[in-house]
């Protein structure tokens, strides 16, 4: 299977750049092909600028080589800190440039876009990983898990993945080394139990 990895984190040596560099490692071994893309690293773009907006629009190579991979993925997993209930700009922008009609939705002929699109993925299932300083109690009862309706509701549903799998860790500023090896124990768990062993 081809699986797609999108990190979004500045600070080389944080502990979303263990979970990336974990969900490689166990997607090889299992037979996988996985293309990890750290947006910050490579410098993403994540500015939409308004000749991409149309469908038909120019877009730049980079982004072009974004779309092509996601089309060709059969899964993908997104590694992200929690900031104010979204994710880092880089990758808001990512999904406004990459997850882009044509590519990964479309509306039926006739349709202007008020409707409900067709999602286009072939991705059967999506993993977000995410990191937060909020406890989970909190983050439920006060703010509502924004990050879970957002990646699962407005975004993979739309485009037409059924399967969504969503863990956080956290809290991250106050964890061991103990918590987060345990942590990354059930970042293999998940992604061994949703792209299981090549036969």
């Given at each position: 299977m081809n699986i797609l990895v999108i990190l979004a984190h500045p600070t080389p040596g944080s502990f979303n750049h263990?979970?990336?560099?974990?969900?490689?490692?166990?997607l090889e071994k299992a037979g996988h092909s996985g293309v990890l893309h750290d947006l910050y690293a490579e410098g993403f773009d994540p500015v939409l600028p308004s000749g991409e907006v149309v469908r038909d629009g120019v877009i730049a190579?980079?982004?072009?080589?974004?779309?092509?991979?996601l089309s060709a993925a059969?899964?993908?997993v997104l590694v992200h800190p929690n900031w104010w209930g979204m994710p880092p700009a880089i990758l808001k922008g990512w999904a406004d440039r990459v997850l882009r009609p044509g590519v990964a939705y479309e509306f039926e002929e006739g349709d202007?876009?008020?409707?409900?699109?067709?999602?286009?993925?072939?991705?059967?299932?999506?993993?977000?990983?995410n990191t937060s300083?909020?406890?989970?109690?909190?983050?439920?009862?006060?703010?509502g898990d924004p990050l879970?309706?957002?990646w699962k509701t407005c975004i993979f549903h739309f485009c037409g993945v059924k399967g969504f799998v969503r863990k956080n860790f956290g809290v991250i500023v106050?964890?061991?080394?103990?918590?987060?090896?345990?942590?990354?124990?059930?970042?293999?768990?998940?992604?061994?139990?949703?792209?299981?062993?090549?036969?």
């Open positions: 263990a979970i990336a560099r974990t969900v490689i490692r166990v190579p980079a982004v072009r080589e974004h779309c092509a991979q059969d899964g993908i202007s876009g008020e409707g409900v699109p067709n999602g286009l993925l072939k991705v059967k299932t999506a993993i977000v990983f300083d909020t406890p989970e109690k909190r983050e439920r009862e006060v703010f879970e309706n957002l106050t964890s061991t080394l103990g918590e987060r090896q345990a942590w990354l124990r059930e970042v293999e768990d998940i992604v061994a139990g949703v792209f299981p062993k090549e036969q």
